[in-house]
């Protein structure tokens, strides 16, 4: 049997290990140290923005505290792309709120400003505005950002941006995470970087970031005796971690570099095939760290379903993955508003994630493109 191709795996860069044997000699093997503060200081600058940033233990708890830094309390009603992963909107029942979900548009896939608005306006005539909106930008591909961003401003409710898969990403030059009040980043195995697990909230203001981290840590009091005025959490990154972080900077910019190179070999290994769609930029304006290449399946005209493709490619050991089931369909959210039509439900029917490694081997490449062309 062939080695498996993961559809992204974990990819070290090399000089993670230096870091987390500093890391070790020093003994700072804790949720603070030397690599957290250098990781934070990094991920700032790379960010080329006057955002601060805290480093947490996933991307989940960093929409957690965005959420709670908005004011979402129970019986909120928090407004979620409804495309995307679980953990975008998990939070928002974390703090006993509503989630109402909102469909995409077809040029980014991510949530739809028309939507988005008339979600809005019903919630409201309905008797409640909702406190905070979760934009996802996925698979790194840029929301329509500035559009959202006016809506929200128009009606003064809190932005947060789910950059988790879209790190390095930029719309009009601006890297996605920080254009909302709180952006947020996850490391988890799978992601453009990793940590192993870990995540990261933008900040708009020093004071926001240290509000974060009192949370991240407890909400301890200043006294010398352990005091709280406040519930808190365990949200703060180890110093371990972090230190394959910084290590991984180092590289990201080479990784986002051969994810795009992999969504131009999609481009290329299916520019003659009628019906497939590779899921790219529709303008200049949006630039995608191409986290993971998808590809949409027109059944009527290529004959054969994604599930054919997916199936095809798993009996040669390749995995692929449909797109995110939305969350307006999903058993667990079941009771939740939806506004929208059949945008993020279609995708979800046509569409499939490659593998999008930044790790891929020339090798891999030769075996994913002969297997797709013998299935064609
Ligand atoms: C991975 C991911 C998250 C959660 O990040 P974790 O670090 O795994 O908690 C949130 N939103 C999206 C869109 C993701 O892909």
Redesign the pocket.
């Known amino acids: 049997m062939n080695s498996k191709i993961w559809l992204s795996s974990p990819h070290m860069g090399g000089n993670e290990m230096k870091y987390v044997q500093e890391a070790y000699d020093t003994n700072w093997v804790a949720p603070l140290g030397p690599n957290v503060t250098g990781f934070e200081q990094d991920l700032k600058s790379y960010l080329n923005s006057e955002n601060q940033v805290a480093a947490l233990s996933?991307?989940?708890?960093a929409?957690h505290l965005a959420l709670i830094l908005s004011g979402v309390i129970a019986g909120d009603e928090v407004l979620c792309q409804s495309m995307?992963?679980s953990?975008?909107a998990n939070p928002i029942a974390y703090q006993g709120a509503t989630p109402i979900f909102v469909d995409s548009e077809l040029d980014t896939w991510n949530m739809c400003p028309n939507y988005l608005e008339e979600a809005i306006k019903d919630r409201i005539a309905k008797g409640k505005k909702p406190k905070a909106i979760i934009v996802?930008h996925?698979y790194g591909m840029p929301a329509k950002i500035d559009q959202l961003l006016a809506i929200a401003k128009k009606y003064e409710i809190a932005l947060i941006e789910?950059a988790?898969?879209a790190l390095g990403a930029t719309y009009k030059g601006q890297k996605c995470g920080t254009f909302g009040d709180f952006g947020i980043l996850?490391?988890?195995g799978n992601?453009i970087i990793t940590t192993s697990?870990?995540?990261a909230l933008i900040c708009k203001t020093e004071a926001g970031k240290n509000k974060a981290i009192y949370l991240a840590t407890q909400a301890r009091d200043h006294a010398v005796h352990y005091q709280h005025s406040e519930i808190g959490y365990n949200y703060r990154m180890s110093n371990i971690l972090a230190g394959i972080g910084r290590g991984q900077m180092e590289v990201l910019d080479k990784h986002i570099g051969h994810r795009r190179a992999n969504n131009q070999f999609y481009k290329d290994l299916f520019k003659n095939t009628a019906g497939i769609t590779v899921f790219q930029e529709s303008n200049t304006d949006f630039y995608s760290n191409h986290w993971l290449s998808a590809i949409t399946i027109d059944e009527s005209r290529t004959g054969f379903s994604r599930e054919k493709l997916r199936e095809a490619l798993l009996k040669e050991n390749i995995e692929s993955r449909p797109l995110w089931k939305p969350m307006h369909l999903q058993p667990v959210f079941k009771d939740a508003p939806f506004y929208g039509e059949k945008v993020s439900e279609q995708l979800f029917e046509k569409g499939l994630c490659l593998p999008s490694g930044s790790n891929l081997s020339k090798n891999d490449l030769e075996r994913i493109s002969k297997t797709i062309h013998i299935f064609l």
């Open positions: 996933s991307g989940t708890a929409i995307t992963f953990a975008s996802v996925l789910d988790a898969e996850s490391f988890n992601k697990g870990g995540g």
